[in-house]
């Protein structure tokens, strides 16, 4: 599920995608605010899903981002 991650981040610095791992915390994101909204929305355009500003409040790490998009939940 992380190639999703990579795909969505497409588009900026190498570095956004380096090294990252399920595990990464969001805040550890080599990414600034901006470019992590970007990720978000090309997840969103992905997944057919939206993102609202208390779930991502509970996330922390780059597989929470990944399994509320792509869980196989409604």
Do not use: C
Not at 24 to 39: A, C, F, K, N, Q
Not at 62 to 73: A, G, I, N, P
Request: hydrophobic residues 35%; aromatic residues 8%; glycine residues 6%.
């Amino acid at each position: 599920m992380l190639e999703k991650f990579i795909d969505a981040s497409k588009g900026l610095p190498s570095y956004a995608h380096s090294g990252i791992t399920g595990a990464t915390r969001l805040g550890d994101l080599p990414i600034d605010s901006l470019d992590l909204y970007t990720v978000i929305e090309n997840l969103e355009e992905d997944s057919g899903k939206t993102l609202d500003d208390d779930a991502f409040e509970k996330m922390d790490t780059v597989e929470d981002l990944l399994t509320h998009f792509f869980s196989q939940e409604p």
